[in-house]
């Protein structure tokens, strides 16, 4: 099943230093890598230019592997505090290793790169395989090995084609009444406002469609966000998964693990 999150561009609104925001944007990672979360939705919702870029660049950062971070990125300020956050620890995130460990079938992410006038892909086993497809240099792609060590051959494949969880797409939407319109799939909108959850509210939720998971500010929910259009998105249900919760707020990185956790359960069929 495919699920994806949706949250604002004002997600670091309540932290105060760069140091507390790489930290926070760290947990949502994690939470997402946890729960295999396909796509993460930033919408435009007040935050400044540069919280927006700080938010996507380190979640973009994180699900990368190691080995391609310095191709991909340069010195970049809003990496000043890389160093604090959690590794994810997913499957695409491999070591370097011997290239002559590598095995037909393997998989692996790289990026493209020219080294005398030829196309290659840097996949973290210090060896330049040679690429022939159409990406072009700075390129990340995602290929399966067809031959090991020494006569390396690879084909492209996508993530759909992996049988493992191989990290989260990070995409920008500029406005969320839009984006929730667009949606072609089931929406649960998370509020203390909604009905409490129970597993007859998400009895149909776990069907083929892809489910998108929406959250909102620390400053305005949901309901201030949308306003009464809330009530007319189509294949959505408001929910509360904190009912009678004794805090004030639920945070959001907290918020993440709840809900993903509670649905993630009866995916699984196991209440």
Same mark, same amino acid.
């Given at each position: 099943m495919n699920i994806s999150i949706a949250v604002p561009n004002s997600s670091l609104s309540d932290e105060s230093t760069q140091l507390d925001k790489s930290r926070k944007i760290s947990l949502i990672a994690r939470a997402c890598a946890i729960f295999e979360i396909d796509t993460i939705y930033v919408y435009h919702e007040g935050g400044s230019k540069s919280e927006t870029s700080l938010i996507v660049t380190l979640l973009k950062y994180l699900e990368t592997p190691q080995y391609l971070r310095r191709r991909l990125y340069p010195k970049l300020d809003e990496l000043r505090y890389a160093g604090v956050m959690a590794p994810l620890k997913i499957p695409s995130h491999m070591p370097m290793i011997n290239p002559k460990k590598i095995q037909s079938g393997d998989i692996r992410d790289g990026v493209i790169f020219f080294l005398k006038g030829k196309k290659f892909v840097d996949v973290g086993i210090d060896f330049a395989v040679p690429y =022939? @497809?159409?990406?072009?240099?700075?390129?990340?792609?995602?290929i399966q090995f067809k031959k090991g060590y020494p006569d390396f051959e690879i084909k492209e494949i996508t993530k759909e084609n992996i049988p493992k969880y191989w990290g989260y797409k990070v995409k920008e939407r500029k406005n969320l009444s839009e984006f929730l319109s667009s949606w072609d799939g089931n929406i649960i909108l998370t509020s203390r406002?909604?009905?409490?959850?129970?597993?007859?509210?998400?009895?149909?939720?776990?069907?083929?469609?892809?489910?998108?998971?929406? =959250? @909102?500010?620390?400053q305005r929910g949901l309901y201030d966000l949308l306003g009464p259009n809330i009530k007319n998105i189509q294949n959505s249900k408001t929910l509360n998964f904190f009912p009678q919760q004794a805090t004030e707020t639920v945070r959001l990185e907290e918020a993440l693990l709840g809900t993903l956790s509670i649905l993630n359960i009866m995916r699984l069929g196991y209440i």
């Amino acid at each position: 099943m495919n699920i994806s999150i949706a949250v604002p561009n004002s997600s670091l609104s309540d932290e105060s230093t760069q140091l507390d925001k790489s930290r926070k944007i760290s947990l949502i990672a994690r939470a997402c890598a946890i729960f295999e979360i396909d796509t993460i939705y930033v919408y435009h919702e007040g935050g400044s230019k540069s919280e927006t870029s700080l938010i996507v660049t380190l979640l973009k950062y994180l699900e990368t592997p190691q080995y391609l971070r310095r191709r991909l990125y340069p010195k970049l300020d809003e990496l000043r505090y890389a160093g604090v956050m959690a590794p994810l620890k997913i499957p695409s995130h491999m070591p370097m290793i011997n290239p002559k460990k590598i095995q037909s079938g393997d998989i692996r992410d790289g990026v493209i790169f020219f080294l005398k006038g030829k196309k290659f892909v840097d996949v973290g086993i210090d060896f330049a395989v040679p690429y =022939f @497809g159409k990406l072009q240099s700075g390129d990340r792609v995602t290929i399966q090995f067809k031959k090991g060590y020494p006569d390396f051959e690879i084909k492209e494949i996508t993530k759909e084609n992996i049988p493992k969880y191989w990290g989260y797409k990070v995409k920008e939407r500029k406005n969320l009444s839009e984006f929730l319109s667009s949606w072609d799939g089931n929406i649960i909108l998370t509020s203390r406002k909604g009905k409490p959850i129970t597993e007859t509210s998400l009895e149909n939720f776990f069907d083929q469609k892809p489910l998108l998971v929406v =959250f @909102g500010s620390p400053q305005r929910g949901l309901y201030d966000l949308l306003g009464p259009n809330i009530k007319n998105i189509q294949n959505s249900k408001t929910l509360n998964f904190f009912p009678q919760q004794a805090t004030e707020t639920v945070r959001l990185e907290e918020a993440l693990l709840g809900t993903l956790s509670i649905l993630n359960i009866m995916r699984l069929g196991y209440i």
